[in-house]
Nanobody, 122 residues
């Protein structure tokens, strides 16, 4: 069973940057499709970025051009570089992994990290 651990969250001013990391316990993590989700208080969980095992990238419209997802399979880690952060990016960010299709639906992902808080002040 894959265990995922996120890190890199914190408090940042609007316009600033953060890089989130999602480290996996699985040596074969390279075969997993991975997504970053976020959930703000009172809102549904939403997918913000996805990366396939073949390095295909997908972004939500709200973060396109500001966020970059990448992976380093030698380190079993997926990253989310977040630039030009806005107060509306404030949320708990979680990474999730699946051997199935790379979708925007949380129910498609069997493995989840515990989440890391990102707070953007205005």
């Amino acid at each position: 069973q894959v265990q995922l651990v996120e890190s890199g969250g914190g408090l940042v001013q609007a316009g600033g940057s953060l890089r989130l990391s999602c480290a996996a316990s699985e040596r074969s993590f390279s075969v997993y499709n991975v997504a970053w989700f976020r959930q703000a208080p009172g809102k549904e969980r939403e997918s913000v970025a996805r990366i396939s095992s073949a390095y295909r990238l997908y972004y939500a419209d709200s973060v396109e051009g500001r966020f970059t997802i990448s992976r380093d399979n030698a380190k079993n880690t997926v990253y989310l570089q977040m630039n030009s952060l806005k107060p509306e990016d404030t949320a708990v960010y979680s990474c999730a992994a699946t051997l199935g299709p790379l979708t925007t639906m949380p129910m498609s992902y069997a493995y989840w990290g515990q989440g890391t808080q990102v707070t953007v002040s205005s």
